[in-house]
Antibody
Framework: QVLLQESGPRLVRPSETLSLTCTVS????????WTWIRQPAGKGLEWIGR???????LYNPSLKSRVTMSLDTSKNQFSLTLTSVTAADTAVYVC????????????WGQGTLVTVSS | DIQMTQSPSSLSASVGDRVTITCRAS??????LNWYQQKPGKAPNLLIY???RLQSGVPSRFSGSGSGTDFTLTISSLQPEDFATYYC?????????FGQGTKLEIK
């Protein structure tokens, strides 16, 4: 059973940088797409972007200028950095796995609420 | 971006009812559509992929249909554990986009 667990600061100040890590256990981080999705309170799901095990990335154009994703295969982890945050970035951030074939997200983390506030 | 519009936004139903949720894409996405169920405080759970294929382990009362721009998720006989929020998601193109969700509540 593949498990994903998000970690990182729960409170970020406006204009600062949000940084989260997703640790993958029960399987290798190789040969899959690793994705970040967020969900503001009471709202729907927003795809932030994904990173492949080769390190190639694809970001949502609405966030592209502020997003960076990276991968650490030695630790079986991948990370999200979002710069210049505002209150609009307050959301539950979730990491998920997408196999290379098809477009499903088959394993998800539990999500972590990140609040942007001074 | 491809916009995904679900209807209704919320729905009240009783145990045993047959329920249908609709998802419409702003352009044709062939059958590149998934359905997820989400319960409060939990991550989404994949129900249907490729518009009509039942994910392993998902009860057969769930079914999906459609292609192009119009899709439906049907629950043939609601069970108490089915009361949740349902999302459609397209993977025809990036950025991947989700519907706004349909909250299924107990009548």
């Amino acid at each position: 059973q593949v498990l994903l667990q998000e970690s990182g600061p729960r409170l970020v100040r406006p204009s600062e940088t949000l940084s989260l890590t997703c640790t993958v256990s029960g399987g290798s981080i190789s040969s899959n797409y690793w994705t970040w999705i967020r969900q503001p309170a009471g709202k729907g799901l927003e795809w932030i972007g994904r990173i492949y095990t080769s390190g190639s990335t694809l970001y949502n154009p609405s966030l592209k200028s502020r997003v960076t994703m990276s991968l650490d295969t030695s630790k079986n982890q991948f990370s999200l950095t979002l710069t210049s945050v505002t209150a609009a970035d307050t959301a539950v951030y979730v990491c998920a796995r997408r196999p290379t074939t098809g477009g499903i997200y088959d394993y998800w983390g539990q999500g972590t609420l990140v609040t942007v506030s001074s | 971006d491809i916009q995904m519009t679900q209807s209704p936004s919320s729905l009240s139903a009783s145990v045993g009812d047959r329920v249908t949720i609709t998802c419409r894409a702003s352009q044709s996405i062939s059958t590149n559509l998934n359905w997820y169920q989400q319960k409060p405080g939990k991550a989404p759970n994949l129900l249907i992929y490729a518009a009509s294929r039942l994910q392993s382990g998902v009860p057969s009362r769930f079914s999906g249909s459609g292609s192009g721009t119009d899709f439906t998720l049907t629950i043939s006989s609601l069970q108490p554990e089915d009361f949740a929020t349902y999302y459609c998601q397209q993977y025809y193109s990036s950025p991947r986009t989700f519907g706004q969700g349909t909250k299924l509540e107990i009548k």
